[in-house]
């Protein structure tokens, strides 16, 4: 047999296992698709910001008889825009992943998809329950930062499961609401680069790599 075919060989045998072993059906579409609707809603949040207090504008916790009433006229648009933004991503990509599982012929419901799901919904749910429990406090100039942090720790914790790119998108989270705890005033600002300029980044780059 030549050196040629035995690794021809070995390269389908690796990409067979990869198969099995990992989740390849993740849309790079759906990450850019995901980075936009960021975007929308980081400009839908800071246009309902505009009308808060000056204290809220910064995230900050005042202790105003008025301040119970003006959080919750506040904070309620914002949580309709984030859990908004939230389930269009989450749709998406479950549409657009589904899409290109099928014009592979590659499972979309296995073992590995749902171990994927697994170890990327344990810390995102940790973190989301943390955040409410903040939020419940007042600790407004918490909120963004912990948002990054869990969600990069739920991607790197994900990646073991699908493209190495998604531990890379994740360390970047970490390190980006790592620094965004070090200037709570500027939460929405690192959001919107976290969940949108990086989303858009990391999209593009899957896309053009295994999308097309």
Request: hydrophobic share 50%; net charge positive; glycine share 8%.
């Amino acid at each position: 047999m030549k050196e040629t075919d035995i690794k021809d060989d070995l390269a389908s045998i690796r990409s067979l296992m990869e198969r099995s072993s990992k989740f390849i059906s993740l849309s790079g579409l759906s990450g850019i698709l995901a980075g936009v609707y960021a975007l929308v809603g980081a400009i839908a949040a800071y246009k309902i910001l505009q009308h808060a207090p000056p204290y809220q504008l910064s995230f900050g916790v005042d202790t105003s008889p008025d301040y119970a009433d003006s959080t919750t006229t506040i904070l309620l648009p914002l949580i309709l825009v984030a859990i908004t933004v939230l389930a269009v991503s989450i749709l998406t990509a479950i549409i657009l992943s589904y899409r290109k599982a099928q014009q592979k012929s590659q499972p979309f419901w296995s073992k590995t998809s749902k171990a994927l799901l697994f170890h990327m919904a344990t810390p995102l749910l940790a973190g989301g329950l943390l955040i409410i429990i903040f939020i419940a406090r007042g600790y407004f100039g918490i909120v963004a930062p912990a948002s990054l942090i869990f969600y990069g720790l739920s991607l790197v914790s994900a990646s073991n499961f699908t493209f190495n790119a998604v531990k890379s998108l994740g360390l970047c989270e970490i390190v980006l609401g790592l620094i965004s705890a070090l200037y709570p005033g500027y939460g929405l600002y690192f959001w919107a680069i976290g969940f949108g300029v990086l989303h858009i980044i990391y999209g593009s780059v899957m896309y053009l790599k295994y999308d097309r």
